[in-house]
């Protein structure tokens, strides 16, 4: 399994920002996707998640929002209004869900895969 993301970099407060994932070597609409973030001296933490459809998701916070194509293998990150606290390791990660399961999966426990990252910078 892989998940890789792209779309990181440095940008300045108040830019928006799109995150991509491209997943690959697994049945992408098995598995519920969130998107973590770790800042410097900081621990993981749940940016957004969305289940097998895309008909349910959850976000930390109101200026980002998650989307899948599930015919592309791919799951997305729309970041608006970006400050400097939100600069960070973004990681995609992919959670096996039961065939059909509307669950939202909120720890990172409940993920199975990871992405190596990409970095996001907020200048002020």
């Known amino acids: 399994v892989q998940l890789i993301e792209s779309g990181g970099g440095l940008v300045q407060a108040g830019d928006s920002l799109k995150l991509s994932c491209a997943a690959s070597?697994?049945?992408?609409?098995?598995?519920?996707m969130a998107w973590f973030r770790q800042a410097p001296g900081k621990g993981r933490e749940l940016v957004a998640t969305i289940i097998w459809n895309g008909r349910s998701t959850y976000s930390t916070d109101p200026r980002f929002s998650i989307s899948r194509d599930n015919a592309r293998n791919a799951v997305y990150l729309q970041m608006n209004s970006l400050k400097p606290e939100d600069t960070a390791v973004y990681y995609c990660a992919a959670g096996r869900t039961p065939d059909y399961d509307l669950t939202i999966l909120m720890g990172s426990r409940d993920y199975n895969y990871w992405g190596q990252g990409t970095r996001v910078t907020v200048s002020s």
């Open positions: 070597g697994l049945t992408f609409d098995n598995y519920a």
